[in-house]
């Protein structure tokens, strides 16, 4: 999901470069819902598994250009298939395998928007610095009017879930930041949330509110859209806090910033902290993610300073008031 936030800035480029021109993106059907709000993308098509049929018709459309920004194996066939010029993201594999191997750093201090952006840059490609976008339907629209009194006048997003479970801080922390905390909170997170969503807010009902599974992507993000502050973890609702400008609290486990997926806030237009565990010699253990700490002990998150977290969040609530 995430992922494809960060293109977003590549596709309203383009459209302001190629007014005229039609952009259509392709993607898998669970990311569909994403790119299909946005008024600069002509059409979405979506990867299934009746993919010949699908290559025969985008082959039929003569695309003047394909951009890659995946560059996997899946993306090679497209490009083989439709046989059009192509301009492919270079995903820096070598750098992230010597980071994560041999904590050796050679990735470029540059986001990877910035370096999507690069990919196109003969095509007259520049970046217009107002950073990502996410359009909500109006169908997703969230009331705030409805929540409890005490969450009227601001809260804090609190993002629960993360795709790996070592991106994730274990529930025990989760909930001890809960109980240390004082401001209004709304927590946040899909399915897979339900049950730790129920246990974190379990007792704290007067000022943690649990909306796990109840949100579709887009109600999730009208949530965080009008939140004071959002608290998240290394993923796509963290993205689309960014697309928002609202301000963030990252909080990284396993993965690092260096990857070059921080939020990205070109013009400094909000305010963004990150919580991380430094000097520990097995991180980054993966540039992705692992579903248990390989080491076993998850310093990089069950060292995390949960009182600096709490300062930093209630400072930054205050200012927003």
């Not at 000022?207 to 973890?233: D, F, K, Y």
Request: hydrophobic share 40%; proline share 5%; net charge positive.
């Amino acid at each position: 999901m995430g992922d494809i936030v960060l293109t977003t800035p590549v596709i309203r480029c383009l459209r302001k470069r190629y007014p005229d021109a039609e952009i259509h993106y392709l993607t898998k059907p669970n990311f569909a819902s994403i790119v299909e709000s946005n008024p600069h993308v002509t059409k979405v098509w979506q990867w299934n598994q009746d993919s010949k049929e699908m290559l025969k018709h985008l082959k039929a459309l003569k695309f003047d250009h394909i951009i890659d920004l995946h560059h996997n194996l899946r993306t090679k066939r497209v490009k083989l298939a439709l046989g059009r010029p192509s301009s492919s993201f270079n995903k820096l594999n070598i750098e992230k395998y010597l980071m994560v191997r041999f904590r050796i750093n050679r990735m470029p201090n540059k986001h990877i928007v910035e370096r999507y952006l690069a990919t196109i840059k003969d095509l007259g490609i520049e970046n217009d610095g107002l950073g990502l976008d996410f359009y909500i339907a109006p169908a997703d629209e969230f009331d705030t009017t409805k929540l409890p009194t005490n969450f009227q006048n601001g809260y804090v997003a609190l993002v629960a879930g993360a795709l790996k479970e070592t991106k994730r801080m274990p529930e025990h922390m989760l909930r001890k930041l809960l109980e240390m905390n004082s401001l209004p909170v709304v927590i946040l997170g899909g399915k897979a949330e339900v049950e730790l969503g129920i246990s974190l807010a379990k007792g704290l009902e007067n000022r943690v509110l649990n909306l796990c599974g109840n949100l579709s992507l887009g109600g999730s993000a009208s949530v965080i859209q009008q939140a004071s502050l959002v608290i998240s973890h290394d993923t796509g609702l963290m993205h689309i806090a960014a697309a928002f400008q609202k301000p963030i609290i990252s909080i990284w486990g396993n993965t690092i910033p260096e990857f070059g997926m921080w939020p990205y806030n070109p013009s400094n237009k909000f305010e963004e902290v990150r919580a991380e565990v430094n000097n520990l010699s097995c991180r980054p253990c993966s540039k992705i993610g692992y579903e248990k700490c390989p080491k076993g002990h998850f310093k990089c998150m069950e060292n995390q300073d949960l009182k600096a977290i709490l300062q930093d969040a209630e400072r930054i609530f205050r200012v927003c008031l």
